[in-house]
């Protein structure tokens, strides 16, 4: 039967279409192998090349932090709005349904909490646990200039390795200690340290001169949200960050500590998708609010 139809000639081959060679869409990331690259391409949208994910693992070291008492009362209805979901794995077992469609991003480091010297981290998760709950990468903070600096830098670069041999990104997150700047010196320095010892991606705050920072840092950059602000300054943030060379926001207190979170995610994600004005998204904010409330 084969034979057969190799012989009848009915097969298109496209001889004249050359097979397309597709470059990948994330900055520094070309390099990686399929696995690795499907899952950064299920946290940053492929369309657009940004991401808004969605932070709740402050309780990891803060405990019940405000708006994160109940997540599955006040964080679980929030989750279709976002692109991807920063987590611990307690609450990802404990608490999100595993039908979720969204990639999580899964805290990977800790140890001390608020009351000790937080850059005393050590890795608080095995690689294969990451693979067992279908992770999209996993989060490691990374304490430059803090006591333990070394250590996480050690526990970062562990992470890296046992993530590349399983086909997992890592999320460098620059941590800043309470007597450290956050300018674009230090920003620079913690970012790029990251990059270069093997972070995928980087998680930084905003601050002046971003877009030095985010030039100098050869993969993409995500900010936190950092304080609840104003909603006005907190799109604000997002969008100066987005114009200046960050590939998305993960955010936090920001969103769950709105008056109106699912309002607020959508204003977030016309500020980092679509690249609407702050000024606009606030009052598309205002509107979703006013919406729900009508
Ligand atoms: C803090 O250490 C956590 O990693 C948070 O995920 C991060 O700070 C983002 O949350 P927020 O926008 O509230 O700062």
């Given at each position: 039967?084969?034979?057969?139809?190799?012989?009848?000639?009915e097969?298109?081959?496209?001889?004249?279409?050359?097979?397309?060679?597709?470059?990948?869409?994330l900055?520094?990331?070309?390099?990686?192998?399929?696995?690795?690259?499907?899952?950064?391409?299920?946290?940053?949208?492929?369309?657009?090349?940004?991401?808004?994910?969605?932070?709740?693992?402050?309780?990891?070291?803060?405990?019940?932090?405000?708006?994160?008492?109940?997540?599955?009362?006040?964080?679980?209805?929030?989750t279709?709005f976002?692109?991807?979901?920063?987590?611990?794995?307690?609450?990802?077992r404990?608490?999100?349904?595993?039908?979720?469609?969204?990639?999580?991003v899964?805290?990977?480091s800790?140890?001390?909490?608020?009351?000790?010297?937080?850059?005393?981290?050590?890795?608080?998760?095995?690689?294969?646990?990451?693979v067992?709950?279908?992770?999209?990468?996993?989060?490691?903070?990374?304490?430059?200039?803090?006591?333990?600096?070394?250590?996480?830098?050690?526990?970062?670069?562990?992470?890296?390795?046992?993530?590349?041999?399983?086909g997992?990104?890592?999320?460098?997150?620059?941590?800043?200690?309470?007597?450290?700047?956050?300018?674009?010196?230090?920003?620079?320095?913690?970012?790029?340290?990251?990059a270069?010892?093997?972070?995928?991606?980087?998680k930084?705050?905003?601050?002046?001169?971003?877009?030095?920072v985010?030039?100098?840092?050869?993969?993409?950059?995500?900010i936190?949200?950092?304080?609840?602000?104003?909603?006005?300054?907190?799109?604000?943030?997002?969008y100066?960050?987005?114009?200046?060379?960050?590939?998305?926001?993960?955010m936090?207190?920001?969103?769950?500590?709105?008056?109106?979170?699912?309002?607020?995610?959508?204003?977030?994600?016309?500020?980092?998708?679509?690249?609407?004005?702050?000024?606009?998204?606030?009052?598309?904010?205002?509107?979703?609010?006013?919406?729900?409330?009508?």
């Open positions: 039967m084969a034979e057969a139809e190799i012989q009848s000639g097969k298109e081959y496209f001889l004249n279409i050359p097979q397309q060679n597709e470059t990948f869409f900055k520094g990331c070309a390099n990686y192998d399929w696995g690795f690259k499907n899952r950064l391409a299920r946290i940053f949208n492929p369309r657009s090349g940004k991401t808004v994910m969605l932070a709740f693992d402050h309780g990891y070291f803060q405990g019940p932090t405000t708006g994160l008492e109940r997540i599955d009362v006040t964080i679980v209805p929030l279709p976002a692109d991807a979901l920063m987590l611990t794995r307690g609450i990802l404990s608490v999100i349904p595993a039908a979720t469609g969204k990639p999580i899964m805290r990977a800790g140890g001390p909490s608020i009351l000790k010297e937080l850059s005393n981290e050590h890795i608080a998760c095995d690689i294969d646990d990451a067992r709950m279908n992770c999209s990468a996993v989060a490691v903070q990374v304490f430059i200039g803090g006591e333990y600096e070394t250590q996480s830098v050690n526990n970062m670069t562990q992470l890296v390795d046992s993530g590349m041999k399983v997992m990104p890592v999320l460098g997150v620059t941590a800043v200690g309470k007597e450290l700047v956050r300018d674009a010196k230090y920003m620079g320095l913690a970012t790029r340290m990251c270069e010892l093997g972070a995928a991606i980087v930084t705050y905003f601050c002046p001169d971003f877009e030095r985010a030039a100098g840092c050869p993969v993409p950059l995500v936190a949200g950092g304080k609840k602000l104003p909603e006005l300054d907190a799109l604000k943030m997002a100066d960050a987005i114009q200046q060379g960050a590939s998305g926001v993960d936090g207190r920001n969103i769950f500590q709105s008056e109106a979170p699912i309002a607020m995610l959508h204003a977030v994600q016309k500020v980092v998708h679509e690249g609407m004005n702050y000024k606009q998204a606030h009052e598309y904010y205002l509107d979703q609010k006013n919406k729900k409330n009508a």
